[in-house]
């Protein structure tokens, strides 16, 4: 059964970067045909798809967000991660890391998520 | 982008009855429509996908059906296990986007 856990400071400074890693558990992260997703929820606010990245090193962005965003996907360690600059307080949020099918787009299954503040 | 709509906000069930919640999307999206349960402190969890077909592990009483624009999630019977925020989500478009989720709560 493939397990995802985010992980990452909970607190991150105004115009200061956040970086989240995802750990898989279960499978091997270059098997199959996935891509490997960020998903963000702001307290009491709808679900924002950020962007995935896939093991060949290709990714898509969200345009609300491609300024800012950058992914990888680290094989060797069975992991992927994400880097938002420039942060504001609105990018407080849950952030989810989730597996995406790459021919049906299929999110399953979701990480627990990880608070993120951003705050002085 | 494409523009997910649900209603109703909230919707008020007992135990046992029977819950249907919509979702339209600002223009077509073919059958590519998902989904997700969420109940507090947990990561949303894949219900359905393909507009009607079931995620692996997913009770029958769950389904799903629609195509295009207008898209229904129905509960046959509801189990205490089923009170949580629903949401839909389309993946025709880029970028994937989500509903503002149905509340599913106990009457």
């Known amino acids: 059964q493939v397990q995802l856990q985010e992980s990452g400071p909970g607190l991150v400074k105004p115009s200061q970067t956040l970086s989240l890693t995802c750990t898989v558990s279960?499978?091997?992260?270059?098997?199959?045909?996935?891509?490997w997703s960020w998903i963000r929820q702001p307290a009491g606010k709808e679900l924002e798809y950020i962007g995935r990245a896939h093991t060949s090193g290709s990714t898509r962005y969200n345009p609300s967000l491609r300024s800012r965003v950058t992914m990888s996907v680290d094989t060797s360690k069975n992991q992927f991660s994400l880097n938002l600059t420039s942060v504001t307080a609105a990018d407080t949020a849950v952030y989810y890391c989730v597996r995406e099918g790459d021919n049906d787009s299929r999110l399953d299954p979701w990480g627990q998520g990880t608070p993120v503040t951003v705050s002085s | 982008e494409i523009v997910m709509t649900q209603s109703p906000a909230t919707l008020s069930v007992s135990p046992g009855e029977r819950a249907t919640l919509s979702c339209r999307a600002s223009?077509?999206?073919?059958?590519?429509l998902a989904w997700h349960q969420q109940k507090p402190g947990q990561a949303p969890r894949l219900l359905i996908y393909g507009a009607s077909t079931r995620a692996t592990g997913i009770p029958a009483r769950f389904s799903g059906s629609g195509s295009a624009t207008e898209f229904t999630l129905t509960i046959s019977s509801l189990q205490s296990e089923d009170f949580a925020v629903y949401y839909c989500?389309?993946?025709?478009?880029?970028?994937?986007?989500f509903g503002g989720g149905t509340k599913v709560e106990i009457k």
């Open positions: 223009q077509s999206v073919s059958s590519n």
């Open positions: 279960g499978a091997s992260i270059s098997s199959g045909s996935y891509y």
């Open positions: 989500q389309q993946y025709k478009n880029w970028p994937l986007t």
